[in-house]
């Protein structure tokens, strides 16, 4: 089995209603095509532990890891030059956070992990192409020490994927990156209020956790209840 990692998912504890959990699709063939051992270590991760068939399993979402809470979260933002009261993560999969060897905050996110409930007419799907595109750029603007998500897996699927033609699709962990052929991706990223804008509905405790979970240094800024 892979090595245990040490969730600790503050987002789902405290902003209960600003997401959905979700499981990510299962895939007929995982195949670990990229691990990212330098990551791993700065994760606590055993990356020897990641590798075969286990760590395929677990990075294209076929198994997932104890403590896990994978949930697809909801956003609001502008969209084509218009607000959108109701967005979402439409093949991302938040897996949960842990805290690295610095002692920061990182989420723990699937890519290409397939359809949500956000996913409008998209497949959820991502390609191998892409997601290993990803990786390079990711892992170039960490060496020029450009703030960036970076892939700590990407594994193979077994599943075309229909773009303008076919294409082997994949699975990133991200944020940390897991899929792509189809592919996934797994990547660690440390831990965001948003990729679009903050959430909109309960302002008071999306913005405590925001000043509060990904940036501890801000607390003396957080909004306190009364």
Request: hydrophobic share 40%; proline share 10%; aromatic share 8%.
């Amino acid at each position: 089995m892979p090595t245990p990692i040490a969730f600790d998912n503050s987002y789902a504890r405290e902003l209960e209603g600003l997401y959905l959990p979700w499981q990510p699709a299962r895939v007929p063939e995982p195949r670990l095509l990229y691990l990212n051992h330098d990551l791993a270590e700065e994760l606590r991760l055993d990356a020897q532990a990641l590798q075969g068939e286990d760590g395929a399993a677990l990075f294209a979402g076929n198994r997932l890891p104890e403590g896990a809470m994978p949930l697809a979260q909801a956003y609001a933002g502008h969209q084509f030059g218009n607000f959108s009261p109701q967005l979402g993560d439409g093949r991302a999969l938040l897996l949960g956070e842990v805290i690295d060897r610095h002692g920061q905050r990182r989420d723990i996110a699937f890519k290409g992990s397939g359809r949500t409930p956000f996913s409008r007419g998209g497949d959820g799907k991502a390609a191998v192409g892409p997601m290993l595109r990803e990786v390079l750029l990711g892992e170039a603007m960490h060496a020029l020490r450009i703030p960036t998500t970076r892939a700590l897996a990407v594994a193979a699927t077994g599943e075309p994927v229909q773009r303008d033609r076919n294409l082997p699709g994949a699975w990133a962990p991200s944020r940390c990156l897991p899929r792509a052929a189809s592919s996934t991706s797994c990547r660690p990223w440390p831990t965001t209020a948003s990729r679009a804008t903050i959430r909109p509905w309960p302002a008071r405790p999306s913005l405590r956790w925001a000043c509060c979970a990904p940036w501890p240094n801000a607390r003396r800024r957080c909004w306190r209840s009364g």
